[in-house]
């Protein structure tokens, strides 16, 4: 199976373009014409913009939220090596038993 091979374009390049075309100066044929984009593209690239605009204005909450995930997975990870530990130290315990069991 092949995959799409598509243009994948920077978010600095993203974000300039976006801007264009909210701007409206030209119509989003010219300026997908200019920056060699397909106009559909254009009209994804503003619909997820304005979508996600408001993250521009509470960048604090975001970031708490974010802090609070990687505290909850760190934990959660911390909670996962204890148990990868007691198990290995289980099987290890298990498979001395058996071989003490063994008559050669």
């Not at 010219?30 to 509470?58: C, D, T, Y």
């Not at 911390?78 to 498979?95: M, N, P, R, T, V």
Request: glycine fraction near 2%.
């Amino acid at each position: 199976m092949s995959q799409k091979k598509g243009k994948h374009y920077d978010a600095e390049f993203k974000l300039s373009v976006t801007l264009e075309v909210l701007r409206e100066e030209l119509t989003l044929s010219q300026i997908a014409s200019k920056h060699g984009v397909s106009p559909r593209v254009l009209s994804n690239w503003k619909k997820e913009f304005l979508e996600n605009a408001f993250m521009a204005f509470s960048k604090n909450k975001l970031a708490k939220e974010q802090k609070k995930e990687i505290q909850d997975l760190e934990a959660e990870k911390e909670d996962l090596y204890k148990q990868i530990g007691k198990l290995s130290a289980e099987l290890s315990w298990a498979e001395k038993k058996i071989k003490s069991f063994k008559l050669d």
